[in-house]
């Protein structure tokens, strides 16, 4: 009796599910969903070539460093970089004398306690320090961003489909609502205090465009065009990401020819000694008259029967 309960129900439930979904279908195909108007006016990111790119990529240190000065004197005012360290400057090529100078100069100093009092204090950084938030909370940070949190950006280029080519995307990205999307999307008008950049998510983004060419000026001479600062601060935030990444493809290269040179040593030595070898196998098995009669002088001397 519970069986034919339980048949009866699932066959009830089974039901209800099939009507749900030919029902769910009818209205998608009679009352299809309005197009959006980032579904249209969403743009993939730019190409970026960059030295690091590929297998056998390796990181241009005066293109980071570079890159680490447009984060330094732009990024950093909204954007934190908690997952590293001023001591790793050292991969963009900076002595410790330069990297204890950048750490003691950074405008944002690093909690503390004062040791007389208790009371919580700041005090500058040490190379060992990671790189302070410019916010203390995420309530201060949204206070000063009209109530958007700023990514980290640590990991940014591992975090966003695209990577580096994203940033540099976003960065060079913000223009005018085209006339074609407010004529299709009346109601798509870019909200006060947003910004259209067609390579965002959702078109609009609360980040006000944080750099136009020109913010900084650097020391060899490279032009500081809108291109060339975003293509660099997309460099430097790669190189955060993976600081070791020039040493991994280095090493991955030495695997992949010491696997080469090993598979050849080994065909010479199959050559050599396998070659002309004959493999014999010997015809036995359970029903072997040899192996049957092993069987049966076991079974006589456990006392088994059969």
């Not at 690091?52 to 909204?78: I, K, M, T």
């Not at 040791?115 to 309530?139: H, I, M, Q």
């Not at 950006?153 to 995307?169: C, D, H, P």
Request: glycine fraction near 6%; proline fraction near 8%.
């Amino acid at each position: 009796m519970i069986r034919v309960i339980s048949f009866v129900v699932g066959v009830v439930f089974a039901g209800v599910l099939l009507i749900a979904m030919i029902g769910n279908l009818s209205t998608y195909f009679t009352s299809p969903p309005a197009p959006l108007p980032a579904e249209e006016f969403h743009l993939a990111p730019k190409h970026l070539a960059l030295a690091s790119d590929g297998p056998f990529g390796r990181f241009d240190n005066q293109q980071l460093q570079r890159g680490f000065q447009v984060y330094s004197e732009v990024c950093s005012a909204c954007h934190s970089l908690k997952l590293a360290s001023f001591r790793e400057l050292k991969g963009l090529g900076y002595n410790e004398a330069e990297i204890k100078k950048i750490a003691s100069d950074w405008k944002t100093e690093v909690p503390s306690i004062n040791p007389d009092t208790g009371e919580p204090a700041t005090r500058k950084a040490l190379p060992s320090d990671t790189f302070p938030a410019p916010f203390p909370n995420e309530t201060a940070a949204r206070a000063a961003n009209n109530n958007a949190l700023p990514p980290d950006l640590t990991l940014i280029t591992k975090a966003r489909e695209g990577g580096a080519a994203y940033v540099y995307s976003l960065l060079t990205g913000y223009q005018n609502q085209p006339a074609e999307l407010l004529h299709k999307f009346p109601d798509a008008k870019t909200p006060p205090g947003l910004h259209y950049n067609p390579y965002f998510a959702n078109l609009n983004i609360a980040m006000p465009q944080p750099i136009k060419g020109g913010e900084v000026t650097f020391a060899d001479g490279t032009p500081n065009t809108l291109e060339n600062e975003a293509r660099d601060v997309a460099a430097f935030l790669v190189w955060a990401g993976e600081p070791n990444l020039g040493n991994r493809h280095a090493a991955g290269l030495a695997v992949v020819v010491f696997l080469l040179f090993a598979s050849v040593l080994a065909y010479l030595a199959y050559r050599q000694i396998w070659h002309e070898a004959k493999r014999v196998v010997r015809a036995t098995g359970p029903l072997d008259p040899e192996n049957q009669a092993k069987t049966a002088r076991a079974k006589a001397k456990a006392k088994i029967a059969g």
